[in-house]
């Protein structure tokens, strides 16, 4: 009945009409081909479709397993069923016309009501009453106003977020700027293209380490938030006092506010996502904090500063893994690109300053998207239906031309 469960699905019954024009069209013995081709394809969705809803995921998201949503398969099933339907439609009318009146009439107009009526009444249904479920719309700011108003200062420092969960261990997302969107999953970095962060954020809320707060920097981590509420649902797990105390006592953590439930520290480090390092700087300084940084400003993916001139072998540092597509220039000279600890991107700065740009080189993609949106655009036009009419010969405008084809 291509209904694979879930909210915002219509009545059971309302699948009916597709399914009776389907079946119906099977006995079209001239268009069986085509109508089984359609059976085919519905039937092989329906197997997976039965699969996938036996199989469970478990994502560090969710406190427990979810049952896999089987509603995409459903649609390639759905999509079967309306071919072999519109087939065995085809010249259907013209052959009940011609048929002795009986059983085919009655029948036909039954099927052909439920056809229609079962999509209509499922779009009333959509758009009466469950249009916005169950998603609705709300604010993308996850992060308090001020934290949301500093992820826009050059700096773009970020936050990292703790959320204790119901079985005692943690979880934790870094957010660039107010917070993830619908669709930011599918383009965001693995964690182990970030390698360190684990054992940074391990450290930090374990106690361990006293440089803990130093190995945050290069990730540009100005503000940790311990926040009560679990992001895969409702229910709120209380903050641990032993964490907070934990992180009220790592060096280089201050402690900014606690209100609402949550609890916000500060790095009391220079922290950028744009950064000058001298040469060979580690990542943490014999002290236990960072080395001597310098801090530029920066945009979201691009960025133009000035540089002073320094010693040769400076590195230029971004709070992002390191990618082939980013490209740096100073004074419009190409800087050769470096790795720096392991994951971020870095440059490799002369002895003189001028002015620095960053920007990020997608390569093809942009020339890609145009290609779809030009295949989209060939295929509704390759859809429009023929235009119909009829071109005179040139021999017809002469009555003694004789007939022309």
């Not at 700087?281 to 310098?294: C, I, L």
């Not at 290609?371 to 009419?389: E, F, M, N, S, Y």
């Amino acid at each position: 009945m291509l209904h694979p469960g879930g909210p915002g699905l219509p009545p059971l019954v309302l699948g009916m009409g597709l399914l009776a024009a389907a079946l119906a069209a099977l006995v079209r013995p001239d268009r069986r081909r085509a109508v089984l081709a359609g059976w085919a394809l519905a039937l092989v969705a329906l197997v997976g479709v039965v699969v996938l809803s036996r199989l469970s995921v478990q994502t560090p998201t969710l406190i427990a397993p979810a049952r896999v949503w089987p509603g995409m398969l459903s649609l390639v099933a759905g999509a079967g069923l309306l071919v072999a339907a519109a087939t065995g439609a085809a010249g259907a009318r013209g052959r009940v016309v011609r048929s002795s009146f009986g059983w085919r009439q009655p029948a036909a107009i039954a099927v052909l009501v439920l056809a229609v009526i079962g999509p209509a009444l499922g779009a009333v249904w959509w758009v009466a009453g469950t249009a916005g479920d169950p998603l609705a719309r709300r604010s993308p700011t996850l992060l308090p106003a001020f934290l949301a108003a500093a992820a826009d200062h050059p700096g773009r420092p970020r936050t990292l977020v703790l959320r204790p969960r119901v079985d005692g261990t943690m979880s934790y997302t870094l957010l660039r700027a107010t917070g993830p969107r619908t669709g930011d999953a599918e383009v965001s970095r693995p964690v182990a293209s970030l390698p360190g962060l684990d054992d940074a954020v391990a450290d930090l809320t374990s106690g361990r380490g006293g440089d803990a707060a130093a190995r945050l920097v290069p990730f540009g981590v100005r503000f940790v938030l311990l926040s009560p509420r679990h992001p895969a649902g409702r229910r709120t797990v209380p903050l641990p006092t032993a964490l907070v105390r934990t992180l009220d006592g790592v060096p280089g953590v201050e402690r900014v506010s606690s209100q609402g439930g949550s609890v916000l520290w500060q790095i009391a480090h220079p922290v950028a996502r744009l950064r000058v390092l001298p040469p060979g700087a580690p990542v943490v300084a014999p002290d236990g904090g960072p080395p001597p940084t310098q801090v530029l400003p920066a945009g979201p993916v691009s960025a133009t500063a000035r540089v002073p001139a320094g010693p040769a072998g400076r590195l230029l540092v971004l709070a992002d893994a390191r990618d082939s597509g980013w490209r740096a220039t100073l004074d419009g000279h190409a800087l050769e690109p470096r790795r720096y600890a392991g994951w971020s991107q870095a440059f490799v700065l002369p002895a003189g300053g001028g002015t620095v740009q960053v920007r990020y080189d997608a390569g093809d993609r942009p020339l890609l998207l145009w290609v779809q949106l030009g295949a989209v655009l060939l295929v509704l036009l390759l859809a429009l239906p023929p235009l119909r009419g009829s071109i005179d010969a040139e021999g017809d405008a002469d009555p003694g031309a004789g007939e022309s084809t």
